[in-house]
């Protein structure tokens, strides 16, 4: 008996979800080295094929161009095959880490002799509905194989062709793998129904991942009925302390706002208190307007800095998450008010606090209740790779399931496993 | 400045959820001290006032009366002052479970010098909507309150009085204490529309937990755009290996079908090796029969317990959670036919393999994707206090955050925490 034969659905999609999900059981059936092994394959087959991959990213940047894409937007759309040999290494990497799976945990004895542990296993099917760079599609496919999950692909139509082209490298890498093929299937129409069509697959379905601007994660939110992880903006925070070195806070303050301004961890608004302002807002100002930066600040910011460029910040400026060379700053009477001010207007993703005082460092991690919370570090490092999940498949704004950063890991769940020798309830 | 002046809220239900997002933010910050001393005084809050929340629960069991409601149903509505005195102990146990909240784990230190962590910190706020059972209101504000979270309470029609009553003592022990009154707020009217709103408040609410029929946990996933801790149903298997000794079969499943066949972790499938069969499903069906058990079996079941009273199982029998004396029967070819079965007709929630052969069990209790897996002991075993998690606010059924029986840990979350020296990225 397979399960397959035993499916009828009335559309492609729903079709689709129930191949992904036969496909998921025999997965997690397998062991890591076999997933391990596929993963190697996929690259491989990612590496034979990047001529045929370049050329159907050809086609996306003519159409691209043809509709007045230009600049970074079409840079993040190029794959050379150069860029297709990068991909195929992203690949390898994860294929390299640790099986997530079958590792019990957590495990106590219970008064009557029962032994109860957790075991780490697989989600089952994941949807990706993603925009733009078309290494999302091996990406993604990666991660959620090594976690022993199906994964349902649904790329922007802007790169139409070169996800097909690297989804049909992926089946054909899998094709000689033991995982099966239809772990990795690619919605081939870039039909708007066919998402709500997908978002309705709760059956077969077990997590929505999109990736994109807020106007996708909210139409995707609002209509799925599977549970959705969302990656909203990042208004990240610093805050200066009384205590913090000068040269510390310069150099980080940069980093964390110039060194890739349009991330969801850059900074975007610095809170600094107001027995450090004198000595360090000055100096800060300065390097940040010789790289370009805007300031808007509060009015003990502008009467600090007088003479600078400084705008006047309005309450919009604190809610705001610029992807831009703009940042706001406001002076806070001690590390409270910054508190407060995090609480009132930060986006729970990443915040930082730059001190020599220890017991301030610690209530601030503890106070904040965002994803990411630093002590003497840029916010920059909100990041998989940098807090060494290795590659990331998004990160978390919402609490449920992840909260920050997602590897392999965050894609797997646990399911408790019990060993008796004949215990009843009583 | 505090949250709650800035706040301005168009409807009651919106203005609720924001006070209990200020709510949780303050509990947030309290130390485990101050929550445990809160469930304390909220215990002795509800001895206090056990003849006000008796005299209440007595109009809404006259009015279930008067609304033809009898036998079991208003049993479970049913809450005498002794009754109150009991829900007080469990308040109390919660209070004496170790603070879930602060602890750091996964510590890795990065190349560059960076500790990392994960730090576990409360979801936020929590909407429970529930039907019958007033000691709900209790536990659920007692559990959601100890993992640091403000808790939402809207409970069935059914209990009205009873709820209110027991929301009023719990504020009044809240008042005594640091945890802000507003942490447990219960939805004073029974309006449907008052729940709609309430899904819709994902601006403040972090997670819903339906708790009640499948009804109501479709509808409740159906319109929230908050992420929904789903308790679906729950068609447990037994499966006897070859090897399974047959008074640990006969009494395991004896146990499993008949000790409580109304719950959703009771017997409902019992797969059977064909070699064990001859031996130990004669023993097991006249027992079974003997407690007023109805069998419905497959054929091979049928031509073995020729004579006994056993029905022709169909199609729509696998599929069935009975919670009632109800067993359906069915001979297997070997171990892969049982797991293939579990996996098509199986709900995820509790299946149990009785074997000798270890290796069975291993492998049984690794390939089998539901949220508790047994080896040689009772699918009664799926609950949060027989686990050790303490009490339970619920069993998820969906994959998501949580999977199975849900204690306070899993009313938590965990943050990144990350301590540098100057570190920027590079």
Redesign the interface.
């Known amino acids: 008996?397979s399960?397959s034969e035993?499916l009828s659905a009335s559309n492609p999609i729903e079709a689709m979800a129930q191949r992904a999900r036969v496909a998921a059981?025999e997965s997690?059936?397998l062991d890591g080295g076999a997933r391990r092994a596929a993963l190697e394959l996929m690259a491989a087959a990612l590496e034979a094929n990047k001529a045929q991959i370049a050329e159907a990213n050809a086609l996306d940047l003519s159409a691209a161009e043809e509709n007045g894409v230009s600049g970074a937007m079409l840079n993040r759309l190029r794959l050379d095959e150069a860029g297709v040999v990068k991909v195929a290494a992203a690949v390898r990497e994860v294929a390299a880490q640790d099986d997530p799976l079958?590792a019990v945990d957590d495990e106590?004895v219970?008064p009557n002799g029962?032994r109860?542990g957790r075991?780490r296993?697989?989600?089952?099917v994941v949807a990706m509905i993603y925009e733009s760079r078309p290494n999302v599609t091996a990406d993604a496919a990666a991660l959620c194989l090594k976690a022993g999950n199906a994964v349902i692909l649904r790329g922007g139509s802007e790169a139409f062709y070169s996800n097909r082209a690297i989804a049909d490298a992926i089946r054909a890498g899998l094709a000689e793998s033991k995982v099966p093929v239809d772990a990795v299937q690619l919605v081939g129409t870039t039909d708007r129904a066919a998402i709500n069509t997908l978002l309705e697959q709760?059956e077969w379905i077990?997590?929505v991942i999109p990736r994109g601007g807020e106007g996708l994660i909210r139409a995707v939110?609002?209509k799925s009925?599977i549970?959705?992880l969302q990656h909203y903006k990042g208004v990240c925070h610093i805050f200066i302390d009384e205590s913090a070195p000068t040269s510390?806070a310069a150099?980080?303050v940069l980093?964390?706002k110039v060194?890739r301004p349009g991330v969801c961890n850059a900074l975007e608004t610095l809170l600094v208190h107001k027995v450090a302002a004198p000595r360090v807002l000055p100096i800060i100002a300065e390097q940040l307007t010789a790289d370009g930066v805007e300031l808007r600040g509060c009015s003990d910011t502008v009467a600090l800095l007088e003479g600078a460029e400084v705008g006047e910040a309005t309450e919009d400026d604190w809610h705001e998450e610029y992807l831009d060379l703009i940042l706001a700053v406001r002076v806070v009477d001690n590390m409270e008010?910054a508190l407060?001010h995090i609480?009132?207007y930060g986006s729970s993703h990443t915040e930082a606090i730059l001190t020599e005082d220890q017991s301030n460092?610690g209530r601030f991690?503890?106070?904040v209740?965002?994803?990411?919370?630093?002590?003497?570090?840029?916010t920059?490092?909100?990041d998989g790779g940098?807090?060494?999940l290795g590659a990331e498949i998004g990160i978390s704004t919402?609490?449920?399931?992840a909260?920050?950063?997602m590897g392999v890991r965050e894609l797997t769940?646990?399911?408790?496993?019990?060993?008796?020798?004949?215990?009843?309830?009583?």
């Not at 919402?398 to 399931?401: E, P």
């Open positions: 008996m399960a035993q059981l997690a059936r079958g106590v219970r029962l109860v075991m296993i697989p989600l089952g709760e077990d997590l939110t609002e009925r549970p959705v510390l150099e980080i980093n964390a060194q008010a407060d609480a009132k460092g991690v503890s106070a209740q965002s994803s990411t919370v630093l002590v003497n570090a840029s920059r490092f909100a940098e807090l060494g919402s609490k449920l399931h909260f920050g950063p769940t646990r399911k408790f496993v019990v060993f008796g020798d004949g215990q009843i309830r009583t």
